[in-house]
């Protein structure tokens, strides 16, 4: 059964980078026809989409928040991994990774992760 | 973008009710529509996805149905386990995902 789990800091202060990592476990991503993706929640808020990765790479951010998201992955450890840099308070939220199918739904999710902006 | 709107945004209903949240696109998505159940402190998790195929575990009380910029989550008994938040998510203008605000399902 796949799974997902993330990991990192909970705090983080203003204008630094909020880095997370999502280990994948059951399955591997090196497979075709997945994306892997972020997704973010604030506290009390809907769910805001923030990128996508394919195992080779490839990377898709929304627009938003374009200029300070990278998206990266590591097949060998079978993780993928976020970095926001610049955060600010409405960077605070829980952070989701999920599996992506062909057809652009998310399942599983992992856990979720709350960091926390604040000096 | 394509936005979505969820209607209500919470409602109160019993056990046993049948319950219908709607969800609408500011444009044409065919059938690239989700739906996802999120309780509190808890990860959203797939209902429906394609906007009317149950997704495998789910039970059968849940049904969606719709195309075009219409779509329905319907719930024909509610259970205590369906207090939750709701919420549609459209996969038609990939890669730029968006989801509906959430309905709020609460107990009467």
């Known amino acids: 059964q796949l799974q997902l789990q993330e990991s990192g800091p909970g705090l983080v202060k203003p204008s630094e980078t909020l880095s997370l990592t999502c280990t994948v476990s059951g399955g591997s991503l090196s497979i075709s026809s997945y994306y892997w993706d972020w997704i973010r929640q604030p506290p009390g808020q809907g769910l805001e989409w923030i990128g996508s990765?394919?195992?080779?790479?490839?990377?898709y951010y929304n627009p938003s928040l374009k200029s300070r998201v990278t998206i990266s992955v590591d097949t060998s450890k079978n993780q993928f991994s976020l970095r926001l840099t610049f955060v600010t308070a409405a960077d605070t939220a829980v952070y989701y990774c999920?599996?992506?199918?062909?057809?652009?739904?998310?399942?599983?999710w992992g856990q979720g992760a709350l960091v926390t902006v604040s000096s | 973008d394509i936005q979505m709107t969820q209607s209500p945004s919470s409602l109160s209903a019993s056990v046993g009710d049948r319950v219908t949240i709607t969800c609408r696109a500011s444009?044409?998505?065919?059938?690239?529509l989700n739906w996802y159940q999120q309780k509190p402190g808890k990860a959203p998790k797939l209902l429906i996805y394609?906007?009317?195929t149950l997704q495998s575990g789910v039970p059968s009380r849940f049904s969606g149905s719709g195309s075009g910029t219409d779509f329905t989550l319907t719930i024909s008994s509610l259970q205590p386990e369906d207090f939750a938040t709701y919420y549609c998510q459209q996969s038609y203008s990939t890669p730029l995902f968006t989801f509906g605000p959430g309905t709020k399902v609460d107990i009467k």
């Open positions: 990765i394919y195992y080779t790479g490839s990377t």
């Open positions: 394609a906007a009317y």
């Open positions: 444009q044409s998505i065919s059938l690239y």
């Open positions: 999920a599996r992506q199918s062909n057809r652009g739904w998310f399942d599983p």
